[in-house]
């Protein structure tokens, strides 16, 4: 099926820092979704973007819906140690047969260094 | 307390055997889906039901099987005709494009 490329695949840093990831992808999409997976446990949504170039903050989390609707971006700015996890992108493909099906990245694995 | 249920949280069981995972919720949603993960890996769609006693395959459906004879429920039984049943197994619901993911069963075939 349709994949969307997630980068980078994985991310060492020290608390504080800034953290900046991406999805992109050949098709248009009309919904972006930003998720977070602790082990063992199923993703919890962060934020969702649904008009392009919108830009949506959850407290220190801001994501971007690309205009070109190829693409989204999502940051976390000084991070803390509960942040790492794996970072999921999600979008939802333009057109009416893919209605409620998403389709997701790789996942971003974060890791934060106390 | 809204939310998603499945349970159980580990389930072991004999190669040859068919096993059901449950997944309930309480959210109103109409539509559900099961994903599979497998380690280091992202989210592959098995099934989705947009509504109650209707469902399609997803991108990996063989081996699997789903009902929805309630909006509440959408239980996934792994059959003995899946070639690797071993997984950590995803249920979620959604509200327009929003999906809301349970915590999870992780399943182990031996």
């Known amino acids: 099926g349709q994949q969307l490329n997630q980068s980078p695949q994985s991310m060492f840093i020290q608390e504080g820092e800034d953290v900046s990831m991406n999805c992109t992808s050949s098709s248009i999409f009309n919904t972006w979704l930003w998720y977070k997976q602790d082990p063992g446990e199923g993703p919890v949504l962060l934020i969702a973007l649904y008009k392009a170039g919108e830009l949506t903050s959850n407290g220190r989390l801001t994501a971007q819906f690309g205009i070109t609707r190829k693409d989204s971006f999502l940051n976390i700015s000084a991070s803390i140690p509960s942040d790492v996890g794996i970072y999921f992108c999600a979008g939802q493909l333009s057109g009416g047969t893919s209605y409620g099906k998403l389709t997701f990245g790789q996942g971003t694995i974060l890791t934060v260094h106390p | ?110």
């Open chain 2, 1 to 110: 307390d809204g939310g998603i249920t499945q349970s159980p949280k580990y389930l072991f069981r004999k190669e040859g055997q068919n096993v059901t995972l449950s997944c309930e919720q309480n959210l109103n949603h109409d539509a559900m889906y099961w994903y599979r993960q497998d380690p280091g890996q992202g989210l592959r769609l098995i099934y989705y039901s947009q509504i109650v006693n209707d469902f399609q395959k997803g991108d990996i459906a063989e081996g699997y099987s789903v009902s929805r004879e309630k909006k509440e429920s959408f239980p996934l039984t792994v059959t003995s005709a899946q070639k690797n049943p071993t997984a950590f197994y995803l249920c979620a619901s959604s509200i327009e494009n929003e999906q809301y993911f349970g915590p999870g069963t992780r399943l182990t075939v031996t």
